[in-house]
């Protein structure tokens, strides 16, 4: 016995080493650690990390401040830049290609799929900024020698001041020939126009960079060039101003007295948006759904209608509800309460975990007057910005704020902007799986919509006056996508989307105007405002599926989706019910029934 043990302690050794270890790598393979990565999670964050590098590098914005910020915030792509990004991109598309997708888990298969899905993306999106650049190429012939300046000042390179002063003299005389070249010239469309400006500021600024790194710290080239660069930098202006006022309006729809022009994007560019969010339906079952929808609006609405004592005269309820607006200077006081009474809902029915730090750290403002004219109602995240009239604005403003952000309708959305709304997928988006970087609306807005319609089915609006607020709502998200689609078809126009609002929601009308001046001319992608309804019909498609039929608890499910963080919601499905994935994957899901 003490022979075999002399002659195999090294392998007793590691037997007893194997023991003592095995029940940590258990416990900690169970832990919270391995609950926030995936195969794919390292590709990912390298990529996140090489973008955020190379949009600094090339960007005309660049200065020693911004270390450590990850995009440039001009979001201007010079043609250099764009040329780096898309071999970037086709370099991590090899490096997802090489990876074992029949080996991943189900979270790595999720996340390979959607960051493919964000590299094509992206890779499309610059493609269609280079055949944009291609048609504007021809108005600055002199770039190169701009470029050329550029690229030595990022390594500090001693320049000779003289050379420099004569080709900015160089390029002034070009850029003054080019300006009575395009004075003769025919307009140039919204979206050549747009980025024509874009890149005459961007050269600018690539020779400001130029001109502050040397002048002042070389002395011969503040004796040279300083005078020179700026008849020059005025001369790159004058000719932005002349590109923008080149811009003639192409779109299929003009102004039609609303003051709103945006850019109706057509039914294939709406077809190809959808399939990337994993929506396969068409706009128009997409209306129908939302037609469909607001059928069951007008039937509830009735219901509370009559239950007021108004009949089948669904305004004049409505009407008297938005006259229950509370006192000037009482609005924050009001939402306080609201919000209290929405967090203890959410507690006494169990439905999600709420942690602690959540709730002690949202905060309120107050929204300006002139936000308001875009954001009629209250914001939320963790801040709660509250839409409500100031001194400065006129009678008929004041009321139609008051009206329009009534406790009524105000308590149908406060947890939508806070808890289990928009502060909580926040404040879970940066503690799970914080590298998961596929926000999508149908998620962000589509989860916050799913809690009005789950509270409304838990019972949450007391008395029909509750009920027509939380209608008013569900009724907008359904407005929303019959105005939006039909606007991206080409059908209506921003007056016909604000009518709609007014006459068939009960809007006051400066709020319509807002929310339609919003939706096309806010920054917002074409597929937002549908997004919300459809994205909560989506939620609540997987709660019958998973809720209702007894797989999981409430809680449990909606914990699990603050734990997997943003994503497409068939995607999020495919995550908990442990779908087969496979590396094509496309989109199947039909969640609604007509």
């Known amino acids: 016995m003490i022979k075999f043990f002399k002659n195999n302690i090294a392998l007793i050794f590691t037997m007893l080493l194997a023991l003592a270890v095995t029940p940590v790598i258990a416990q900690n393979f169970n832990s919270d650690?391995?609950?926030?990565?995936?195969?794919?999670?390292?590709?990912?964050?390298?990529?996140d990390a090489d973008k955020g590098s190379i949009m600094r590098f090339y960007s005309t914005n660049s200065t020693a401040d911004t270390y450590g910020v990850q995009y440039d915030p001009s979001n201007y792509n010079t043609p250099e830049r764009r040329t780096r990004l898309q071999q970037l991109i086709a370099d991590y598309k090899?490096?997802?290609?090489?990876?074992?997708?029949?080996?991943?888990?189900?979270?790595?298969?999720?996340?390979?799929?959607?960051?493919?899905?964000?590299?094509?993306?992206?890779?499309y999106e610059l493609q269609q900024q280079q055949k944009t650049y291609e048609r504007i190429k021809k108005y600055f012939p002199f770039e190169e020698k701009i470029y050329t300046l550029e690229k030595p000042r990022r390594r500090g390179i001693k320049v000779n001041a003289e050379a420099v002063a004569k080709e900015m003299e160089d390029l002034r005389k070009a850029v003054g020939e080019q300006i009575k070249i395009v004075n003769?010239?025919?307009?140039?469309?919204?979206?050549?126009?747009?980025?024509?400006?874009?890149?005459?500021?961007?050269?600018?600024?690539?020779?400001?960079n130029y001109y502050d790194f040397y002048n002042g710290y070389d002395p011969l080239f503040s004796w040279w060039v300083p005078k020179t660069y700026t008849e020059l930098d005025a001369v790159l202006g004058e000719y932005a101003v002349l590109l923008k006022s080149k811009?003639?309006?192409?779109?299929?729809?003009?102004?039609?007295?609303?003051?709103?022009?945006?850019?109706?994007?057509?039914?294939d560019e709406i077809i190809r948006q959808l399939q990337t969010e994993f929506i396969p339906y068409s706009p128009e079952e997409l209306v129908a759904i939302a037609n469909k929808e607001f059928a069951w609006c007008d039937a509830e609405l009735l219901k509370a209608s009559r239950e007021m004592?108004?009949?089948?005269?669904?305004?004049?309820?409505?009407?008297?509800?938005?006259?229950?607006?509370?006192?000037?200077?009482?609005q924050p006081q009001a939402m306080l309460d609201l919000y209290n009474q929405s967090v203890d809902f959410l507690k006494t029915n169990n439905l999600l975990t709420i942690p602690p730090i959540a709730e002690e750290t949202w905060r309120m403002y107050m929204m300006s007057p002139e936000a308001q004219k875009v954001n009629p109602f209250f914001l939320g995240g963790e801040s709660l910005i509250v839409s409500y009239p100031t001194s400065s604005m006129s009678y008929g403003e004041k009321m139609m704020s008051m009206r329009g952000n009534n406790p009524n309708f105000s308590r149908a959305?406060?947890?939508?902007e806070l808890i289990a709304g928009h502060h909580l997928q926040q404040f879970m988006r940066d503690r799970y799986k914080a590298y998961r970087h596929f926000d999508t609306p149908f998620w962000v807005e589509g989860n916050s919509l799913y809690w009005e319609m789950l509270l409304w089915d838990l019972k949450?609006?007391?008395?029909?006056?509750?009920?027509?607020?939380?209608?008013?709502?569900?009724?907008?998200?359904?407005?929303?996508?019959?105005?939006?689609?039909n606007y991206h078809l080409g059908k209506w126009t921003p007056q016909q989307c604000i009518d709609f609002l007014v006459d068939r929601v009960g809007h006051e009308r400066a709020n319509a105007e807002g929310e339609v001046r919003r939706s096309f001319v806010g920054g917002y992608s074409p597929l937002y405002q549908i997004a919300y309804m459809i994205g909560g019909l989506q939620f609540t498609a997987l709660k019958n599926e998973l809720v209702v039929n007894g797989k999981m608890s409430y809680k449990e499910y909606?914990?699990?989706?603050?734990?997997e963080n943003a994503m497409p919601i068939e995607l999020l499905r495919a995550l908990l019910t442990n779908q087969p994935l496979q590396r094509d994957f496309k989109t199947t899901w039909k969640f609604y029934k007509f």
């Open 309 to 330: 004592g108004f009949g089948d005269n669904w305004k004049a309820a409505q009407e008297k509800v938005k006259n229950s607006y509370v006192a000037p200077g009482d």
């Open 460 to 485: 949450f609006p007391q008395t029909p006056q509750d009920k027509i607020g939380m209608l008013f709502w569900r009724m907008h998200r359904c407005a929303r996508i019959i105005f939006s689609l």
């Open 247 to 267: 811009k003639v309006e192409t779109s299929i729809q003009k102004d039609d007295g609303s003051g709103i022009i945006g850019n109706p994007i057509g039914r």
């Open 184 to 208: 003769k010239s025919e307009g140039l469309d919204k979206a050549a126009s747009e980025l024509a400006v874009s890149h005459t500021k961007g050269l600018q600024n690539i020779l400001k």
């Open 33 to 47: 650690l391995y609950l926030q990565t995936s195969e794919v999670n390292n590709a990912m964050v390298h990529y």
């Open 558 to 563: 909606h914990d699990a989706i603050l734990h």
């Open 413 to 416: 959305t406060i947890h939508h």
């Open 94 to 123: 090899k490096q997802l290609e090489s990876l074992n997708f029949d080996a991943m888990s189900n979270n790595g298969k999720v996340d390979y799929i959607l960051f493919n899905r964000n590299l094509n993306s992206e890779q």
